[in-house]
Nanobody, 125 residues
Framework: VQLAESGGGLVQPGGSLRLSCVVS????????LGWFRQVPGKEREGVLC????????YYQDSVKGRFTVFRDNTKNTAYLQMNSLKTEDTAVYYC???????????????????WGQGAQVTVSS
């Protein structure tokens, strides 16, 4: 199983960015898909998670109303849509999954077994 993120880059505050996570060796629609992020010098933090039934669990109140996740099961791909970006959203973003259908109520890296390589998102003017 492999996850490959793409779509990161530099965006101005208030802008939007969409990250893609292509999944191989795994039928994504049957399992959870989450996103973590990490800033240098800090621990990875869970951002949000979509269950197999597409119910979304937010782990950061700061992204509610701005970030969302959705899948294209025909492409076995998930997306993180980020709107109204802020400088504090700057981080490396990781898509994650695991062999379960429901998202954990609390997100730690230990809750997800399979990780992508990460995509840098920089929000700056």
């Amino acid at each position: 199983v492999q996850l490959a993120e793409s779509g990161g880059g530099l965006v101005q505050p208030g802008g939007s960015l969409r990250l893609s996570c292509v999944v191989s060796g795994f039928t994504l629609e049957d399992y959870v898909l989450g996103w973590f992020r990490q800033v240098p010098g800090k621990e990875r933090e869970g951002v949000l998670c979509a269950a197999a039934d597409d119910e979304i669990t937010y782990y950061q109140d700061s992204v509610k109303g701005r970030f969302t996740v959705f899948r294209d099961n025909t492409k076995n791909t998930a997306y993180l849509q980020m709107n109204s970006l802020k400088t504090e959203d700057t981080a490396v973003y990781y898509c994650v999954t695991d062999y379960k259908a429901d998202c954990p109520q609390r997100a730690t890296p230990f809750h997800f077994e399979i990780w992508g390589q990460g995509a840098q998102v920089t929000v700056s003017s």
